[in-house]
T-cell receptor
């Protein structure tokens, strides 16, 4: 089956810093989503991005489907950005998740 | 516009018991998927329901079963609970795979 790898596994930032999270996947996919899981467990959809680039405020994402990777950029990080970021790819009606990047933003 | 709602939020069960978790999809969505998330891991796909039928299933034993109702809501049933079934159970709904999935807040199940 499709493998999804995320890096780095852990990231600690000072408030105001920028960061880039990476997601590699092993085969062609129909869909790719980035999620932020808050401390209460809810998965918040950040981007639906099977290809191309999208931006939403301080966050942006780029997926290069032909090279099987996606990047999530966080600029001017805030303490509320802390949590786990998951990349997930859609294959045959199921989402396959990576193991996540755990982000801690310190004030 | 209500998002995906799940109930209950927390549940404690004893080994060997049975449990039923419930999910109401986001308004306008017709497809419901269930995921299990163990502590410190990414969610794992259990199954997906569309038009009241199981359309796709992950690598979970038959103790895990589900149902989708005509109003698109869904239930996840787990029989003969094991300690290893303790996890966060997430429900996701969608209208079409090309528009992505929306997740609920989850049900945290503890088996003792």
């Amino acid at each position: 089956g499709i493998q999804v790898e995320q890096s780095p596994p852990d990231l600690i930032l000072q408030e105001g810093a920028n960061s880039t999270l990476r997601c590699n996947f092993s085969d062609s996919v129909n869909n790719l989503q980035w999620f932020h899981q808050n401390p209460w467990g809810q998965l918040i959809n950040l981007f639906y991005i099977p290809s191309g680039t999208k931006q939403n405020g301080r966050l942006s994402a780029t997926t290069v489907a032909t090279e099987r990777y996606s990047l999530l950029y966080i600029s001017s990080s805030q303490t509320t950005d802390s949590g786990v970021y998951f990349c997930a790819v859609d294959s045959s009606y199921k989402l396959i998740f990576g193991s996540g990047t755990r982000l801690l933003v310190r004030p | 516009d209500a998002g995906v709602t799940q109930s209950p939020t927390h549940l404690i069960k004893t080994r060997g018991q049975q449990v039923t978790l419930r999910c109401s999809p986001k308004s306008g969505h017709d497809t419901v998927s269930w995921y299990q998330q163990a502590l410190g891991q990414g969610p794992q796909f259990i199954f997906q329901y569309y038009e009241e039928e199981e359309r796709q299933r992950g690598n979970f034993p038959d103790r895990f079963s589900g149902h989708q109702f005509p109003n698109y809501s869904s239930e996840l049933n787990v029989n003969a609970l094991l300690l290893g079934d303790s996890a966060l159970y997430l429900c996701a709904s969608s209208l079409d795979v090309n528009y992505g999935y929306t997740f609920g807040s989850g049900t945290r199940l503890t088996v003792v």
